[in-house]
């Protein structure tokens, strides 16, 4: 299975604005200090290596992965507001990314993920695994069910608390795409004191990762829903590159 | 005034996280039957063509520490030095070789291993080959953008000399921070180690692609 949209095929990707995500030195995120690289990156552009990628095909997926309500299921239905997240992975032409393998994964209701590192007081959820996947259909949209997490505190400061969230990877079409980030909820105070969020340069770029109730999508009696749209790196159109024939 | 490009911008990275396991390989993490088999971590075919090796080695901070919440994502060509899955059109990759493997790294240890083939060759933009490597991609907690790197064989040392990347690295100090070491195994597979290095003496490089 080919993803490749037609008109613009193979060109390489726009530089990624290093100056727009979090540098990898971000003090009061302390994790940080020792994990960041301290020499310049090496400027590779992209290669046949970094413009080609996995393809993962919509038969890997099982019908519950996109409900984290259902799909740890036991003995009933997880705690916690019934949420849909929903929106389109785009590319920075705005083009939808068609095919595009989406993984979250999150804590519960109670601000507690189900991993043995995890020390958190709030109570695990039996009925809540925490983790979803799914691939976005041809407008490059995609949606899945969850409960709405929790905030939780963290070792950091000795007060730090993180934003309700749900963490996102995405595959584009290409291995230059590959990115990880994190949903946050619109109106949420937090947000704006997380040491995490705060790395990103600047407000205009935070507001990139918080997602809009959407109030007009809601199920009535039902579930509220979100709207979190994710943009990939975009590409150059071939139309404007001479590449060697071999490439 | 102009007239708008109208073109978005790339949504920002957020590290993985501690809890990265939950959602790239819930049942390493003990979370089993939301997906049969994590993804990415499935044994190669037998029909896969090519010398079979192992890549294994550890992650250390800038205290030397081994890291060991990361995860590890490896993209390559086949035998033949063709990609599999998207952005190829040079012909058809092996059908049974994935390309793409992910890994936690020990949790105790903080070694990762991965068996997979050794790749061909593949060409630079100008057509020059590069030498055999296997593209890297390090996220973890305290990661705020995920890492690329490179990782090239230490015994092909001609391919290497000749390699256009490695060409570029200015500082020559800094090169054998990308060659993996080859030895054997008890049963005679061949295994590479490649250290990753994130900061200080040694530091691995790192790419901007």
């Known amino acids: ?247 | 005034m102009v007239q708008s490009l109208r073109r978005l911008r790339e949504s920002p990275s957020q590290t993985a996280g501690p809890y990265v396991h939950i959602g790239a390989t819930p049942n390493f993490s003990g979370i089993g039957g939301v997906y049969p088999h994590d993804l990415g971590s499935q044994p190669l075919a037998p029909e896969v063509k090519g010398e079979r090796i192992a890549v294994t080695g550890r992650i250390f901070d800038g205290s030397g520490t081994p890291i060991k919440d990361a995860l590890i994502e490896i993209w390559q060509a086949d035998a033949q030095g063709l990609y599999p899955g998207q952005g190829e059109r040079r012909g058809e990759a092996d059908p049974h070789f994935p390309g793409w493997f992910r890994q936690p790294v020990d949790g105790t240890t903080g070694v990762y291993r991965f068996e997979t083939v050794k790749p061909g060759i593949v060409p630079y933009f100008d057509g020059r080959p590069m030498a055999p490597h296997i593209t890297v991609w390090i996220v973890a907690r305290g990661i705020n953008i995920g890492l690329h790197t490179r990782l090239y064989f230490g015994d092909e040392e001609a391919a290497n000399a000749a390699d256009p990347i490695l060409a570029r690295i200015e500082h020559r100090v800094r090169v054998p921070t990308l060659i993996a070491t080859r030895s054997e195994d008890e049963a005679g597979m061949p295994v590479y180690t490649f250290d990753i290095r994130l900061q200080g003496e040694g530091e691995t490089v790192f790419f901007d692609i």
């Open chain 1, 1 to 247: 299975m080919r993803n490749e949209n037609s008109s613009h095929q193979g060109g390489s990707f726009y530089q990624r604005d290093r100056s727009w995500h979090p540098p990898a030195f971000t003090p009061n995120y302390k994790t940080s200090v020792l994990r960041s690289p301290q020499k310049a990156l090496l400027s590779l552009g992209n290669t046949i290596s970094e413009m080609t990628g996995p393809v993962f095909g919509h038969d890997m997926l099982g019908p519950l992965d996109n409900d984290l309500i259902l799909n740890y299921s036991q003995t009933g239905e997880p705690i916690g507001p019934r949420i849909i997240v929903h929106g389109q992975v785009l590319d920075e032409d705005a083009r939808p990314v068609r095919g595009a393998l989406v993984e979250f994964w999150q804590a519960n209701a109670g601000g507690r993920y189900r991993h043995k590192k995890e020390t958190y007081l709030a109570a695990i959820d039996p009925n809540f695994g925490g983790c979803g996947r799914t691939i976005t259909d041809d407008e490059g949209r995609y949606w899945f069910r969850t409960i709405k997490p929790g905030p939780y505190p963290w070792p950091n400061g000795v007060n730090d608390w993180r934003p309700a969230h749900i963490h996102f990877s995405v595959f584009g079409h290409a291995f230059a795409q590959r990115l990880i980030t994190q949903m946050y909820f619109e109106g949420d105070p937090m947000i704006w004191q997380c040491p995490i969020v705060m790395g990103i340069p600047s407000r205009e770029a935070v507001e990139r990762l918080v997602a809009a109730l959407d109030r007009e999508a809601t199920l009535p009696m039902d579930t509220m829903v979100y709207k979190f749209d994710i943009v990939l790196r975009g590409r150059r159109s071939t139309l404007f590159e001479n590449r060697m024939e071999g490439n």
